[in-house]
């Protein structure tokens, strides 16, 4: 009855997300044709106001909105199937950070002139699929986590090569927000418990970052500890890392440039 009703959730939420953008601020921007045509292509990258759009800013603004388009869903219904405490709040960042990033993309890709999809695309309604098909519990959780940590995993590098080396500052913008959210939902689902990290680590690419780095440690081999890092010189200075709150999920990043829905025109938050 449960996963009946899980599959029941799943068809909801799908709907009440494309629901949700079924007028997308894409779409209700009347002078999105006049923006498109101020744009000049060069190749298959874009010249706007913002800086040149090339094809891998355009790819991760639509993947930042497929990823929200199958994991708000995965999230709900993770809520509905799931009694433990460490799933469900897992679910929680997922609902929220996704929430917060499909707006961010909707906001950037109108003013981009940038068509969003409206529902996931196969592969992800296949996730959905096989986490629906989980008989008990525990193979839900275990399912759940490791399909959602395996998708965020193969994101993470992509986001960091665009925020990179995109030129265009709105992109820059989601790239950087993106990355704090998905850095946030793997640490999350990682907590859970239910990682496969050998599966995981078998299905990345190998080898070292560094081809010229270090030879691998021999077995036994005593090594001295390296000393500390520090400047060549002792500047009197003061520093912490950026504010960070454990359990909190991050969304109080100030918004990008909203649209007014009467006029159609730019906004500041």
């Known amino acids: 009855m449960r996963r009946s009703k899980g599959s029941v959730l799943v ?6 997300t494309v629901s949700a953008v079924a007028y997308p601020v894409f779409y209700s921007y009347p002078n999105r044709n006049a923006a498109a045509a101020a744009a000049v292509p060069t190749g298959d990258t874009v010249t706007t106001q913002w800086g040149p759009l090339t094809p891998s800013d355009r790819d991760l603004i639509i993947r ?6 199958w994991e708000l869903p995965a999230g709900q219904q993770a809520l509905e199937r799931s009694g433990s405490k460490s799933v469900r709040e897992a679910a929680d960042h997922l609902i929220k950070g996704h929430t917060d990033l499909d707006k ?8 981009l002139g940038v068509e969003l999809p409206n529902q996931p695309n196969a592969q992800q309604q296949g996730w959905l699929d096989e986490m629906t098909a989980a008989k008990t519990e525990a193979e839900y959780n275990k399912t ?20 990179n080396s995109t030129r265009n500052t709105l992109v ?18 990682e907590a859970t ?26 077995p036994g081999q005593i090594v001295q500890p390296a000393p500390a890092a520090e400047p060549s010189t002792n500047p009197d200075v003061k520093s912490t890392p950026s504010p960070t709150t454990p359990g909190l999920v991050p969304t109080g990043r100030p918004d990008p440039e909203e649209l007014n829905k009467d006029q159609g025109e730019p906004q500041v938050q």
Do not use: M
Request: charged letters at 15%; glycine letters at 8%; zero cysteines.
């Open 11 to 16: 068809a909801v939420a799908i709907v009440g």
């Open 64 to 69: 930042v909105r497929l990823a929200g388009l």
């Open 104 to 111: 961010r993309s909707r906001i950037i890709a109108a003013k």
């Open 144 to 163: 759940w986590a490791n399909l959602l940590r395996a998708a965020h995993g193969k994101i993470f590098p992509a986001i960091a090569s665009v925020r």
């Open 172 to 189: 820059r913008q989601l790239a950087s927000d993106a990355n704090q959210t998905v850095l946030d939902h793997i640490t999350i689902l």
């Open 193 to 218: 418990g239910e990682i496969d990290f050998a599966q995981i680590a078998d299905n990345s690419v190998s080898g070292t970052a560094s081809p010229t780095g270090p030879p691998p440690p021999v």
